[in-house]
Structure formats: structure tokens, C-alpha cells
């Protein structure tokens, strides 16, 4: 298996309705991913949930990415995900060309169906169960717009401005069913497997198989990119892990649970915080993490980014996400045989 790149991703997880404490949240992720940068993390992606019945709501990344590349100079700025059903494709592609334009290239959009949205669809006047129908019509026409295609059917009309042509390099699809992670290889797009929605072996493994033969049918000049998405909590050994993390996970393992079962893997309801433990994230010592990850189905399929989530707080903590990052660039990444960008 090829040593692969390494990020990290995060939510934007405050219990405060003050202005003034979420801004302050804010700073704190900036600072934190400046961190990231100057420890060689490969790539930071930021996840979009919105409102306020969401883990860790995050309606608007894009701005957000653009405030992080006034303060880096080289880290990928990625989305993980983009919820793509409500979204205007034609603003979300125009939106995305300012942004990389603005980044010098660093974005990466990752595009989703919104299943960690659920209860958002209303808002929207929309319904959860047309999700995956919208997802295909849209990313389509997302496509055509980035391509540089009219934008009047039938007619030599407008074109998307600034060009799209990066960002359409740069797109990514967090594809629910190997049927759609083949449609994402045929497009020349990413795939982005997330931490816990389906099995890594029955679920996302053949995901990444059916991806990457897709993409080597039809993009066979070039790279495929797969980042494999998992929850990290390292600690001295998987005993202190349990006992750090279970009086802020215990509570909120069911609500992940079905959470998890609503998306299509029921697997984990009923498990306790140990159980979940040992068959979800990767938890332990470095060296248990780094094993984990050489063993990963999913990773080991042909993964090319390797991204690790510490979301798991009820607050956003700069404290601990740093220290968190250090140990992902200095124990787990050389465990596994990666080198950061510095």
C-alpha cells in the first residue's frame, strides 16, 4: 500500500448562541489549522452542517476557506462534504471559482447527498428521500458549469466566470453505493469515504474498487484520489482512550447510532462506548492507530488521503485539537511511513 497523504478534518462544536463566543470558536479553528500547516498536514477539510439541531453547525465553508488562506500559504482547504441537494449549482460553481482563485488553487470541494442533514430538508422545501435523485441532476450540472459549457441549454450563452476548470480538477464525491462512487471515477472526480456511516469492509471497500476501476476506464492518464475518512482519539494506550472519551461520547453514542442506521448501517446501535471503540475509530496508542490504518479494508483498497477526525467534544477546544494534530505529524504519520510538507 502506498503511504498516504495525511489530513485532518473537524466541526465547528459550541453550545453558544452569543456572536461573540462563536467568533471566538472561529479563531480558534484558524489558529488550529495554522497549526496543521506548520506540522506538514497534507490537507484540512471542513464539514457543512446546517442549522442549529446539527452536531457542530457550519453552514458556509467556503468564506470560512477563504479566511484560512490568508493565514497558510500550502495546506489543502477541502470541504468534507458540501450538501450539494441545497445547493443553486450554477452559484455553488461560481461561488467556488472566486474561492479558488482567491486560494491560488487550494480548494478542493467535496460534494455530498446530505445524509448528516436530514432534519434540514424542510427548510429547504425539500424531501430527505429525493436526495440521492437531486445529488445526480445537480452534480451534473455542476459539471457542465465547471467545464465550460453554455449555461442556456441549446444556445451559445453565458459562461461561468472565473473559469472552473481547477476547481473541476478538484471535486470530490462522498458516494452512498458503488453505483455512485463508479459514477465518480467515470467523472474524473474524488471519492471520500466518511467515518462511519456504513462498514469499512462490506461497505466501503467495494466502494473504492468499483471507484477506481471506473476512473482508470475512463481517466486513465490521470490520479485517482480516494481519502478515507476516520475518527481518531489517541491516547497513552486504548484503556485511558475509553476512560477520556466516554463521558462525552457515552451520551451521544445513540444518536450516532441512529444516525448511522438511518444512512443504511444499523451495526451499531445497542454498542457501548467500548464496543463502539473497537469497531468504528481508530483508538489507542500511535502505534495501535497506525496499525489500524495499514489495515483499514477501506485504505487498503487503494486510498490515497487519509483524513482523521477528532470531533467528539460538545465544545471546540484549541487545547486539545492541537494537541491532537501534533500527535497525528510526529507519532501516527511516521508510524505509518509519511513525511510532511513543511
Not at 476548470?165 to 463508479?182: D, Y
Request: hydrophobic share 40%; proline share 6%.
Amino acid at each position: 500500500m502506498a503511504v498516504p497523504r495525511i489530513g485532518f478534518a473537524l466541526n465547528f462544536r459550541t453550545t453558544s448562541r452569543d456572536i461573540a463566543e462563536v467568533a471566538r470558536v472561529y479563531e480558534d479553528v484558524l489558529d488550529t489549522i495554522v497549526c496543521a500547516e506548520e506540522l506538514g498536514i497534507d490537507s484540512v477539510w471542513v464539514g457543512q452542517h446546517h442549522f442549529d439541531n446539527t452536531d457542530g453547525p457550519f453552514a458556509s465553508p467556503l468564506p470560512f476557506l477563504v479566511a484560512v488562506a490568508g493565514r497558510t500559504s500550502r495546506i489543502t482547504l477541502g470541504t468534507g462534504i458540501t450538501t450539494l441537494p441545497f445547493e443553486d449549482p450554477i452559484r455553488l460553481a461560481e461561488d467556488a471559482a472566486v474561492v479558488d482563485a482567491l486560494t491560488g488553487g487550494r480548494l478542493h470541494l467535496g460534494l455530498g447527498t446530505g445524509g448528516a442533514n436530514l432534519d434540514g430538508f424542510d427548510a429547504f422545501g425539500l424531501r430527505p428521500g429525493e436526495r440521492h435523485a437531486l445529488f445526480a441532476t445537480k452534480v451534473a450540472r455542476l459539471h457542465a458549469a465547471l467545464d465550460g459549457e453554455s449555461l442556456v441549454p441549446g444556445a451559445d450563452g453565458p459562461r461561468l466566470y472565473p473559469p472552473g476548470s481547477r476547481v473541476r480538477r478538484h471535486l470530490w464525491q462522498a458516494a452512498t453505493s458503488v453505483e455512485s462512487a463508479a459514477a465518480a471515477g467515470s467523472a474524473g472526480d474524488g471519492l471520500q469515504q466518511g467515518a462511519f456511516f456504513d462498514p469499512a469492509d462490506t461497505g466501503q471497500a467495494p466502494k473504492v474498487r468499483a471507484y477506481l476501476e471506473a476512473h482508470q476506464r475512463a481517466r486513465p492518464d490521470d490520479e485517482p484520489r480516494v481519502a478515507v475518512f476516520r475518527f481518531v482519539y489517541a491516547g497513552r494506550d486504548k484503556e485511558s482512550v475509553v476512560r477520556e472519551v466516554e463521558p462525552v461520547l457515552g451520551p451521544r453514542l445513540r444518536a450516532l447510532a441512529e444516525r448511522a442506521a438511518v444512512s443504511g448501517n444499523p451495526a451499531l446501535l445497542g454498542l457501548t462506548v467500548r464496543e463502539y471503540l473497537d469497531r468504528v475509530p481508530f483508538s489507542g496508542s500511535p502505534d495501535d492507530i497506525a496499525e489500524r490504518v495499514a489495515t483499514d479494508p477501506a485504505i487498503v483498497a487503494g486510498a490515497t488521503d487519509f483524513v482523521a477526525n477528532f470531533s467528539y467534544r460538545d465544545d471546540f477546544g484549541a487545547v486539545s485539537a492541537q494537541r491532537r494534530l501534533h500527535t497525528l505529524a510526529t507519532e501516527i504519520g511516521p508510524a505509518i511511513g509519511w513525511k510532511g510538507r513543511t
